[in-house]
Structure formats: C-alpha cells, structure tokens
C-alpha cells in the first residue's frame, strides 16, 4: 500500500511527532496517551509538541483521518473486473491494516473511537461520509446504504478480532487466505452474487 | 432474552453496584470508570464498593463475563432446523445487544477491551474458550474454527458499528430487518449454503 507522501514545507520534526502521536494512540487509546509521553517517542522536548499542535485534542484531529484517500481506493478496488470487487476491497483493506504505519493509524481509530466519544463521532462521520458512499456506489440492488454497513461491519470486526483481541486463529491466519475466505461475503453484499 | 437471575446469598446492594460498574464500564470504559463514580450511580458510599470489592480492577473482573451461558445459547440457537441455525444465532445476538441491562454488558466488554489490554485478554479468552467452540462446533467442513471467527466478526462488526459508532442506517435498522440481512452470511459461514 502506498503512503501518503509528506506535504511539501511539512517539518521532519511535525511529522516524527504525528508518527509517534499515532504510536501512542494506537497503543494506549486517547485517554492515557499524553504529551509527555508522545514527546519521548519522538525523541523532542515537551514544548515543541505545544509549539506544534498546542493541545492533545488538535494532535489526535490530525491523527484521526483514514491514512488513505478516495482516489487511492478507487484506483486499487473499483477499478477492474466487478466479478472480483470483493477479493480486492478485503486485500486492500487487510494490506492497509498489516502495514506498520498505517495499520498503527487504523488501530488508533478503532480504539480510541471504542472508548473516547469524540474520536467516536470522528469515526462515524468518516464511515458515513466516505466509505458509505464508496462502496455504497458499487452496491447493486437494493439497501445499498445498509449493505455497503455489512461490508464495513465484517471488515471492521475482522480487523478487532485479528489484530485488536488477536483472537486466534484468525490473528495468524496468512493475509491471501483469509482475503479469500472473506472475499464471497464481501462480493454478495456488494454485487448479490 | 432471559436475564441470569441473581444468585441466592447475594445482597441486592452488592447486584446494585455491579449494575452500577456495568454501566461505568459501558458508557466511560475502563480507564475512565471511578469508584466514586459507580458508588454515586448506585447512590451508596464508596467506602461500602471498596468493601464489596477491594478495588477497580475487581469489579471490572466481575462485570467481564458473557452476559448469557452456554446452556442458554444452546437451547436458543443450537436446537431446531440447521436451516435456519444462522437465522436463530443472529436473533439471539442482537437481542442480547438491545436489551438495556445485557446490552450495557457487552458494551463495557467491547469497549474496555478496545483500550484496555486486560479487557482485551478477558474478552480474547471468552471468545476463545466459549464462542469459538460453540459455534465451530456448528460449523461444517473444514476451516471451523476460521469460519466460526468469520461469524464472530461480522456480528461485533455489526455491533461496533450499529451500537458504538451509531453509523446509519445501521444503527436505526429495525432489529428483525437487520437479522435478515445478516442471517444469509451467518448460514453460509456455518453450513456453507
């Protein structure tokens, strides 16, 4: 999976405290995540976190957007043959989720959105605003809207029993083969066939 | 769904703050939970939870269990036609998340355990030592215990996204139109028809 290249005029530090934010939040959740601790991961002083972002509620609104954009996921899954939509929606999602970087950015959302309603309702505006619409466009038939949230609902829960609860055997089941047991649910929802 | 009833020798006081913690756990997850605080739902003095319990991560360990035995799901779900076994298993789930108090249960479960690695151990072992046998034990062919965490994840997914993030139209779906949809995923995992 490709990652969002670092905008141009972005500091090095900036971004090596994001990286480090996103560490912590995937690790700790929101509430016991702080400064001071995202500070030592990033290897700076306290006060330049302040400088940076001023508060821990601005650094988690940067932390809490989806580490991949609409054109991205429509270039890797909506464009081919719509006999395989779903093989190659449950691969990209399960490449997003086994990458360090973005997979620590997915974990922060999912964890911190569990227990912090802020992060929750950030959550829910992307899910609504982004995903539901994409795949809901490639949803045949009726109850898109509701069939497009089955294919967010298996996905999601995929990924909090294989990486959250690191419930087994799904935790090491190798990323093809679960794509492949995964794929046909996703595919019916999607195209009813 | 029939609520476990309250064991003989145990003081209404003692039910009173464990509902108390449940919903604590449920609404703020672990970290944010207080003694204080679920003395004060319960309307008796701290002092009297501390006696009762010792600390936190006591009655956190008692609130942490399945709302519902096996014995309970077997005759609900296991018993009748295999057709309809998907059909039955989806029901029984969501009514254990719709009714208040069991529903407040499993919240505080899916919740602590996204952000809090001992909830997260507690609900791992449920899973595994409970759930995923009982329903690979229903599961036909080969890949039970894979497809058994398939039909765990498509019904939490279903969950965090219908009673957690509240995405629509999910979240106000009418609970037997909701069964039906999902029932059809849930038969396929477990018969493979």
New interface residues.
């Given amino acids: 999976v490709a990652r969002r290249g670092r905008r141009p005029g972005r500091s090095q530090t900036r971004d090596d405290i994001l990286e480090s934010a996103r560490r912590s939040f995937a690790d700790?959740?929101y509430?016991?995540a702080t400064i001071r601790g995202i500070a030592r991961e990033a290897d700076v002083d306290p006060a330049l976190v302040m400088h940076f972002f001023g508060n821990k509620e601005r650094i988690f609104a940067e932390v809490m957007s989806l580490p991949f954009d609409a054109e991205t996921v429509s270039a890797r899954v909506l464009a081919g043959s719509r006999r395989e939509i779903g093989l190659r929606l449950t691969r990209f999602f399960l490449e997003v989720w086994d990458d360090p970087v973005l997979g620590a950015g997915m974990l922060a959302l999912?964890?911190?959105?569990?227990?912090?309603p802020e992060a929750?309702d950030r959550?829910?505006e992307l899910?609504?605003a982004n995903i539901?619409p994409l795949i809901a466009g490639s949803v045949e038939g009726r109850?898109a809207?509701?069939?497009s949230?089955?294919v967010?609902?298996?996905?999601?829960?995929?990924a909090?029993?294989r990486y959250?609860?690191?419930?087994?055997?799904?935790a090491s089941?190798d990323r093809e083969a679960?794509a492949q047991?995964?794929a046909?649910?996703i595919q019916?929802?999607l195209t009813g066939r």
């Fill in positions: 700790l959740g509430d016991r999912v964890r911190s959105a569990a227990s912090y929750a959550l829910r899910v609504s539901v109850d809207e509701l069939r949230n089955m967010s609902a298996q996905l999601i829960g995929t909090f029993l959250v609860l690191r419930v087994e055997p799904v089941t679960l047991t995964l046909p649910t019916r929802y």
